[in-house]
């Protein structure tokens, strides 16, 4: 057991029964490793409420030991990838009670079991990962319209980017776009176009990007007591993909948002900002899922085989599966190429050095980057 973990647990027990500073979140310590947690949190479904208390539950039971590591290089990147993984760190969980607020979402009331020694081993091995494959780099571009005006400043792309920096994140300076890939991302955007986009998203070293539109719209105007009100609503749709194999990771529509002001052009920012509000987190949420499991080397990794004919890709489909570290494979054949996608827990990287170790007189390996592998097809 560490000392930072055994520090942690030391502060907690000596605390006793600690009130969370906001509303009447408990902790209590229940033995050496775990914390009793009772949060209240809400979200747009009773799911997306219970997985927002889990996580709460999770900062909160482990606030100690987490904030001990405030001063680590990557720490919020660190611990908000951690925090992804609330589930499991809950040992048991109650749902205690649930309510529909006015506003149409549903806050629940729970209490959880929290296991502070998984949190103490995971941080470790985040913290080593994080420090071999460096931070990721993210583009944002949303297009957004008050009715049919494109805006050159987007309200919903500048709080996605905010979240996101917040969580350690690099991302793609707009400062360093010229106006010449400004009018292309427009263009990519306006045609839904994620391969012109992937194309400038990779031209600036991301390895990520995330795109769609937003867009705000006039209702009909009301008067009360005088005053000209006007109503806009306005509506998104963000999707995030993989910029070296343009792998769609996420789409995320949002519900409609209202704004009124006595000024048009505010009654449109306010609805805007409320999409912005609504959209934001769930894009951080998606990223960071992705980024932990990239980091635990789980997911998809392409194959690219050049060189071969199409028995010899229905071959190379069979032997594959023979690789253990290889759980599925798919993908099409086409002018002498095979396009494969491979369902493995292991980094690409490590995966070649398995294809390489297991399949060297079949396969030459070309180039390998972080989720595509390149070869020629060298077998008879």
Same mark, same amino acid.
């Given at each position: 057991m560490s000392t930072r973990y055994?520090?942690?647990?030391?502060?907690?027990?000596?605390?006793?029964?600690?009130?969370?500073?906001?509303?009447?979140d408990t902790v209590v310590p229940k033995g050496e490793n775990l914390v009793e947690v009772t949060v $209240?949190?809400?979200?747009?479904?009773?799911?997306?409420? %219970?997985r927002a208390a889990m996580r709460r539950a999770v900062e909160i039971g482990a606030g100690t030991y987490i904030s001990s590591h405030s001063e680590v290089k990557d720490f919020v990147l660190i611990r908000d990838t951690i925090?992804?993984?609330?589930?499991?760190? %809950? +040992?048991?969980?109650?749902?205690?009670?649930? !309510? $529909? @607020?006015?506003?149409?979402?549903?806050?629940?009331k729970l209490v959880a079991v929290v296991s502070i020694q998984g949190i103490d081993d995971m941080w470790g091995v985040v913290a080593t990962l994080l420090q071999q494959m460096g931070r990721p780099k993210i583009m944002v571009f949303i297009r957004e319209k008050i009715a049919e005006d494109v805006q050159d400043d987007s309200t919903v792309q500048t709080r996605i980017e905010n979240l996101l920096l917040e969580s350690g994140? @690099?991302?793609?300076?707009?400062e360093q776009l010229k106006a010449i890939d400004a009018k292309d991302l427009q263009a990519a955007a306006a045609e839904d176009s994620p391969a012109r986009l992937q194309a400038i998203a990779k031209r600036f070293g991301a390895q990520l990007f995330i795109t769609g539109t937003a867009n705000a719209n006039a209702g009909p105007t009301n008067t009360v007591s005088?005053?000209?009100?006007?109503?806009?609503?306005?509506?998104?749709?963000? !999707?995030?993909?993989?910029?070296?194999?343009?792998?769609?990771?996420?789409?995320?529509?949002?519900?409609?948002?209202?704004?009124?002001? !006595?000024?048009?052009?505010?009654a449109a920012t306010k609805a805007l900002d409320l999409q912005a509000q609504q959209v934001a987190p769930k894009v951080r949420q998606d990223i960071l899922t992705f980024w932990k499991d990239v980091l635990e080397g789980k997911g998809e990794v392409q194959l690219h085989v050049e060189g071969l004919t199409f028995a010899q890709?229905?071959?190379?489909?069979?032997?594959?599966? $023979?690789?253990?570290?290889?759980?599925?494979?798919?993908?099409?054949?086409?002018? +002498?190429?095979?396009?494969?996608?491979? +369902?493995?827990?292991?980094?690409?990287? $490590? @995966?070649?050095?398995?294809?390489?170790?297991?399949?060297? +007189?079949?396969?030459? %390996?070309?180039d390998v980057s972080e989720n595509v592998i390149k070869a020629k097809y060298t077998g008879q």
């Open positions: 055994l520090t942690a647990i030391a502060l907690v027990a000596v605390m006793g029964m600690v009130t969370a500073a906001r509303g009447q $209240t949190a809400g979200g747009t479904t009773e799911q997306d409420a %219970i925090l992804t993984r609330s589930a499991g760190f %809950i +040992q048991s969980h109650k749902v205690l009670s649930k !309510r $529909t @607020l006015p506003d149409d979402t549903i806050e629940v994140f @690099l991302l793609v300076d707009k005088g005053v000209e009100l006007f109503p806009y609503q306005a509506e998104s749709n963000i !999707r995030c993909y993989r910029s070296d194999t343009a792998q769609l990771l996420s789409s995320i529509p949002g519900q409609p948002t209202r704004g009124v002001d !006595r000024v048009w052009r505010s890709y229905t071959d190379l489909k069979k032997q594959l599966l $023979t690789v253990k570290e290889i759980k599925e494979v798919s993908g099409p054949f086409h002018n +002498q190429v095979a396009e494969l996608s491979l +369902q493995s827990e292991v980094t690409a990287q $490590t @995966l070649a050095e398995k294809l390489a170790a297991a399949m060297g +007189q079949t396969l030459e %390996i070309t």
